[in-house]
């Protein structure tokens, strides 16, 4: 088969990094796929990572080439298309363990028909031993393949002068419950925390992953764990990230830190002179690596005015303030701000940083009619398009009784007031008293993961609910005999790109 035409390709790699775009051309009625001469793929498995290969596509002429992998038991997933070339470097991701797998690499001509080059054979390896131990169970239908999931903690807890393996690992499960990507998070940060950390993952428009390292560090890897960017905060403890991390418009990032002061308690008992610390803005740009403090806590709100069962002074030798967990970006470019120990939510306007509106907890802008509407230590706060605002409730210290939930509010800022216009709560009840989220997908439904489990052995549970709060699926995850806290579950649609496929037609 002549692989002379050109014709230009929807899905390219661009500039060494593949876009997921989640769908393959359309192809035109096409002979079945035969074996062209001069041709041929080579596949290895990553030394550093059983779950991911390297595969190598020679072409006598020059072409595009896609690959599918798979097997009979597990499916097939197709690559993104490259760019005309006569050798091809092509990463293979979403693998499961301990499988043999058939590689099929292709070459499209002119009118896009498929020309096979070659077939290889690849055998994943055995996950590491702390993978080893996850165990899930499922049922119903998840309308996303995949579950991206960050651990901050498995096992007990890690002191940071401990000699054990501190490893931290970022972790993606498929629908039937098996570990199909998995990056070890590097070992050589300091530790300025109680425990090394990991999270949380953002994903960016080109497919990288970004994430926070070590509560110092903020790392960009590609799909196949490839580092290709790592800022690491030179602007001591006020500046080191922690929590939550967003990408603007414009490719700033936008990071929670935290600053300690201190102040004078004596109103709430306290000592003339506690140390309180509160959080911070700040905001990275990727190309210079300058990073400035763009808003403070300590310059808006007042440090006296909290609630003492999380921040008292009899608590811990310092007051640990606001605790910001989570943050958004809303639809008018405002930025919202989860405070979880002033169980309160803050609105900054856009650009200058003020507080528009302060939801929950001290000094509330909003009042709530009914009680039972308020929340209590939430993390995962997203306004949604309409302005309602969507966020996990953890219900620490809840009067009503401690359990968690999904809450969406609708604020009216005639009124000011602030009513639940939707709920989900497990049957039976579930407290997750640390972590957890909520992501609403495109389809109106709701996926919840209430991350945070006391006892060994006990599973974290993710579920995706529809909006009558029927479960169209859940995934029960534990770690045989240990702990495990997993600070968010994000739905995914692929890893690098690949999609399922009926496998092309091929003959030798």
Not at 184 to 212: C, F, H, M
Not at 340 to 366: A, Y
Request: charged share 20%.
């Amino acid at each position: 088969m002549s692989l002379s035409r050109r014709v230009p390709f929807a899905t390219l790699m661009v500039a060494g990094l593949y876009l997921l775009s989640g769908t393959t051309d359309a192809q035109p009625a096409c002979p079945a796929a035969r074996a062209s001469e001069g041709s041929r793929l080579a596949v290895e498995r990553r030394p550093s990572n059983a779950l991911i290969a390297d595969a190598t596509v020679q072409l006598a002429d020059a072409a595009p080439v896609y690959l599918e992998y798979g097997n009979d038991d597990v499916g097939w997933l197709r690559t993104p298309t490259t760019m005309d070339g006569t050798t091809h470097q092509v990463p293979i991701v979403r693998l499961r363990a301990e499988t043999v797998y058939q590689v099929r690499a292709f070459a499209l001509d002119g009118i896009g028909c498929p020309a096979a080059v070659s077939t290889a054979e690849l055998t994943t390896g055995p996950l590491p031993d702390q993978l080893r131990n996850y165990v899930a169970d499922q049922r119903g239908q998840a309308s996303f393949p995949l579950v991206m999931m960050d651990w901050p903690s498995i096992g007990p807890f890690v002191p940071p002068t401990a000699n054990v393996d501190k490893s931290r690992y970022l972790t993606a499960v498929d629908q039937q419950g098996h570990v199909v990507w998995y990056y070890l998070t590097p070992p050589e940060y300091p530790v300025p925390a109680p425990e090394t950390s990991a999270y949380p993952i953002i994903r960016r428009a080109n497919g990288n992953l970004l994430y926070i390292a070590a509560y110092h560090s903020v790392d960009e890897i590609t799909p196949d764990g490839r580092v290709v960017w790592r800022f690491r905060s030179e602007g001591g403890a006020a500046s080191r990230p922690h929590h939550e991390l967003i990408e603007q418009a414009d490719g700033r990032l936008l990071y929670l830190g935290a600053e300690t002061r201190p102040i004078d308690d004596s109103r709430n008992g306290g000592p003339p002179d506690v140390s309180v610390v509160g959080d911070t803005l700040h905001v990275i740009d990727r190309e210079t690596d300058a990073e400035a403090e763009v808003w403070n806590a300590f310059e808006t709100l007042d440090a006296t005015q909290r609630p003492q069962q999380w921040t008292g002074w009899k608590i811990r030798e310092d007051v640990d303030w606001t605790h910001a967990n989570a943050m958004n970006i809303g639809a008018r470019s405002n930025v919202v701000i989860s405070m979880r120990h002033l169980d309160q939510v803050i609105s900054l306007s856009p650009g200058s940083g003020t507080i528009e509106w302060k939801l929950g907890g001290p000094d509330s802008s909003f009042s709530f009619p009914n009680p039972a509407d308020r929340f209590w230590g939430q993390h995962s706060v997203v306004e949604l398009p309409n302005g309602r605002i969507l966020l996990f409730d953890n219900g620490n210290y809840r009067p009503e009784g401690e359990f968690s939930r999904v809450l969406e509010l609708e604020l009216d800022f005639g009124a000011m007031t602030a009513r639940k216009v939707w709920e989900y709560v497990p049957m039976p009840e579930l407290f997750s008293d640390k972590v957890s989220n909520v992501v609403r997908l495109p389809n109106g439904n709701t996926v919840v993961n209430f991350g945070w489990r006391v006892a060994p052995d006990e599973p974290a549970l993710v579920q995706e609910v529809r909006a009558d709060g029927t479960v169209a699926w859940e995934q029960s995850m534990r770690w045989r005999g240990m702990r495990a806290a997993r600070y968010r579950a994000y739905p995914f649609t692929s890893l690098g790109g690949e999609v399922s496929v009926e496998p092309t037609a091929f003959e030798p």
